[in-house]
């Protein structure tokens, strides 16, 4: 069976097919199809607290066609959510029936505890060391989530207004900072040994450029080292000799960034990156929503 999430961020929207299947009473997930599209809709909000005529029209056209793709993937079910821009804008609202209307997809804007609780949905956590601390780290275009993980369950949970657009914007209040770096610290005290889980676009690009393949996971100073390898290039250079997409090469120093600093805050050594995020905690959620109503 196929089920299909719409994950609407501020820096890209994407489009997943998922097919799960069921080998000796045990769900496996398979990714089909990843469609990204970089329309960006944190430029507009964090610059001027709405989405532009001009992207709410680029916005739909990439859903209407999304709507198609997965009625011709005749999936049992899906679901389409929006994150840190919509939910920032003032005409988001608006926008979401407008979506409604044009392409008949029902678009939901989640809070920032729903995203991290939908980010942690992929039950990474059980192919880990059950007794092992961890933080979930995912980092998007308008907002960072953590998830704190320890004694086999869910400790707590926040989400930062601090994403790699609004870097970019230089739109991140030093406050946020303050605020991260002070709840991380409090909420990893004594917490130790502590690894990290990375979620999201960026580090995935990270850990494929790092070349590693017999292990699922980057050191603190194999990430420090990317990261000041990156920094060394300017954006141009990184799209030319790196190969970077644009809509990458300009964020992708500053994902690196957060995930430095909140390691180096949690004196975390490793990050794991199993390369899930939101999109993949929609479908899980979908999938455990089909067995409870069959």
Known sequence: MIFAAIDIGSNAMRLLFCRV????????????????????????????????????????????????????YGVVSYRAVATSAMRDASNGQELLQRIKNETNINLEIIDGKTEAALVFNNH???????NSAYMYVDVGGGSTELTLYYDKKVIVSKSFNIGTVRMVLDKVDKNEWDELKAWVKKNTNGIHPLSAIGSGGNIN???????????KHLSFDKLKG?????????????????????????????????????????????????????????????????????
Not at 37 to 46: A, K, T
Not at 124 to 130: A, G, Q, S, Y
Not at 205 to 215: A, D, P, R, W
Not at 245 to 263: E, G, T, Y
């Open 21 to 72: 299947f069921v080998v000796d009473g045990k769900a496996h997930f398979s990714k089909d199809e990843l469609i990204r599209m970089p329309i960006r809709l944190g430029e507009d909000v964090f610059l001027n607290g709405k989405i532009s005529d001009e992207k709410s029209i680029r916005l739909i056209n990439a859903l209407k066609g999304f709507h198609h793709l997965i009625l011709s």
């Open 124 to 130: 990474i956590e059980e192919i880990l060391n059950p």
């Open 226 to 294: 990317i990261y000041e390898m990156l920094n060394s290039y300017t954006v141009k250079e990184r799209i030319e000799r790196l190969g970077l997409k644009p809509d990458r090469a300009d964020v992708i120093i500053h994902a690196a960034k957060i995930f430095l600093s909140v390691m180096k805050h949690a004196d975390i050594e490793k990050v794991y990156v199993p390369q899930v995020g939101l999109s993949d905690g929609l479908v899980h959620d979908l999938y455990e929503n089909y067995l409870k109503n069959k």
């Open 205 to 215: 690009k990270i850990f494929k450029m790092s070349g590693k393949k017999e292990t």
